[in-house]
T-cell receptor
């Protein structure tokens, strides 16, 4: 079975700092990759997704993620974070044989103004 | 876009009582609903998958008699935690899909329910 690892459990940054959240998965076949964000008191929202094509995916709110197949990674990045980016971020992977994604444990991001 | 409404957002109940959580798709027909549970500092764990009109498929280790799932219509699925105990306190979240996971690939999520059993 596939697994998804998010190595950064807690990240604390100051505004304008750059962000990179790691996501690694353990599956050798075709994957669909997702990043979700959950703002305090709100529901999960899709930030971006990758299915095929350009491995550099642009999402909402200035986020992007790069799929590196050789590293089984799909790291999330943002060049300059804002206080409003404070949230929980989840990476998820769906394999070709399943229509249910597997989630990572999440990364809590706190951005200080 | 697709919207999923989940109620209640927070509930506190006494040990031994039952709690029902509703998940509604507001603007699309959800042929498949997923119920997840999130423990603090852990990932979302899939509890069960329900297809409209069919019995839910539970993940290993999830007690089907304790977590009753009903998906009687294309827009409503309910999760009932029966005889709740403090260890059932958690964050429960549903997600819905319109075409067996292919409609939007984004799996529209409800807003979640924080259950506290005292």
């Amino acid at each position: 079975a596939q697994s998804v690892s998010q190595h950064n459990h807690h990240v604390i940054l100051s505004e304008a700092a750059s962000l990179e959240l790691g996501c690694n998965y353990s599956y050798g076949g075709t994957v669909n990759l997702f990043w979700y964000v959950q703002y305090p008191g709100q529901h999960l929202q899709l930030l971006l997704k990758y299915f095929s094509g350009d491995p550099l995916v642009k999402g909402i709110k200035g986020f992007e993620a790069e799929f590196i197949k050789s590293k089984f990674s799909f790291n999330l990045r943002k060049p300059s974070v804002q206080w409003s980016d404070t949230a929980e971020y989840f990476c998820a992977v769906k394999t070709g044989g399943s229509y249910i994604p597997t989630f990572g444990r999440g990364t809590s991001l706190i951005v200080h103004p | 876009g697709a919207v999923v409404s989940q109620h209640p957002s927070r509930v506190i109940c006494k040990s031994g009582t039952s709690v029902k959580i509703e998940c509604r798709s507001l603007d699309f027909q959800a042929t498949t609903m997923f119920w997840y549970r999130q423990f603090p500092k852990q990932s979302l764990m899939l509890m069960a998958t329900s297809n409209e009109g069919s019995k839910a498929t539970y993940e290993q280790g999830v007690e089907k008699d304790k977590f009753l799932i009903n998906h009687a219509s294309l827009t409503l699925s309910t999760l009932t935690v029966t005889s709740a105990h403090p260890e059932d306190s958690s964050f429960y979240i549903c997600s819905a899909s319109g075409d067996r996971g292919k409609a939007n690939y984004g799996y529209t999520f409800g807003s979640g329910t924080r259950l506290t059993v005292v």
